[in-house]
C-alpha cells in the first residue's frame, strides 16, 4: 500500500524557518517525481515545487522561488521542504504528493499544517 | 499563467441524480486536465485524469469529457458518499487549480 506521510508542520513567526518531511512507503520511492502542494481556504489548491526522480530537473512557484528549496533521499525514501523567509501568507496544509506523469497526482499524504504568525 | 474556472461553485442534489461539473482554462491545454475530489477532513483524491480516463479503483458512475478549453465531470447517479469539492487542474504546464465545486447531497 502506497504510503505518504508528512511531518513538520508546526506555528512559526514571521520571517522564521521550518523543515518538512515526507516519509514514502509501499512503491519504489527512487522511480517516481515528487510535489509539494499547498491548500488554504482563501486560495485554494496551489503547487508549491517539484523534484524529478534523481533529484534533477527541479522547479518551484514563482510564490515560494527564492525562500524554499526541495529535497529528496532516495536511500531513506524521504522528500524534503526547507521553508525560509516564511509569510503570513505561507499558512496552509502542506500536503507531499506522488507525480504518476506530467502533473498527474495519483497519490498524497494525510498533510501537515504550518502556521505562519506573530 | 493558465488560469481555472469551474462552475457552479456549489450545488445541491438527490441521491440518483445526474450531476454535471464545468472546468473551463483560459487557453487550450489539449487533453490535459485532471479531476480530484476532496471529502471532508481528507486529502484530495485523483479520479479522472488526460480528461477522461478513470483512475484505477473510481467508481465508473464517474466519466470526464472535453478538450480544448471546456471540460466536465459527470456523476452519472449521485451517492451518499460523494458529498465532496470537486476541484480540476491542468497539467499542461506550471499546474494550476480550479477554485472547487462543493457537492451536497
Known amino acids: 500500500e502506497v504510503q505518504l506521510v508528512e511531518s513538520g508542520g508546526n506555528l512559526v513567526q514571521p520571517g522564521g524557518s521550518l523543515r518538512l518531511s515526507c516519509a514514502a512507503s509501499g512503491f519504489t520511492f527512487s522511480s517516481y517525481e515528487m510535489n509539494w502542494v499547498r491548500q488554504t481556504p482563501g486560495r485554494g489548491l496551489e503547487w508549491v515545487s517539484y523534484i524529478s526522480s534523481s533529484g534533477t530537473p527541479i522547479y518551484y512557484a514563482d510564490s515560494v522561488k527564492g525562500r524554499f528549496t526541495i529535497s529528496r533521499d532516495n536511500a531513506k525514501n524521504s522528500l524534503y521542504l526547507q521553508m525560509n523567509s516564511l509569510r503570513v501568507e505561507d499558512t496552509a496544509v502542506y500536503y507531499c504528493v506522488r507525480d504518476n506523469r506530467q502533473w498527474r497526482w495519483d497519490y498524497w499524504g494525510q498533510g501537515t499544517l504550518v502556521t505562519v504568525s506573530s | 499563467d493558465i488560469q481555472m474556472t469551474q462552475s457552479p461553485s456549489s450545488l445541491s442534489a438527490s441521491v440518483g441524480d445526474r450531476v454535471t461539473i464545468t472546468c473551463r482554462a483560459s487557453?487550450?491545454?489539449?487533453?490535459?486536465l485532471n479531476w480530484y475530489q476532496q471529502k471532508p477532513g481528507k486529502a484530495p483524491k485523483l479520479l479522472i485524469y488526460d480528461a477522461s480516463s478513470l483512475q484505477g479503483g473510481v467508481p465508473s458512475r464517474f466519466s470526464g469529457s472535453g478538450s480544448g478549453t471546456d471540460f466536465t465531470l459527470t456523476i452519472s447517479s449521485l451517492q451518499p458518499e460523494d458529498l465532496a469539492f470537486y476541484y480540476c487542474q491542468q497539467s499542461y504546464t506550471t499546474p494550476s487549480f480550479g477554485p472547487g465545486t462543493k457537492v451536497h447531497i
Open positions: 487557453q487550450s491545454i489539449s487533453n490535459y
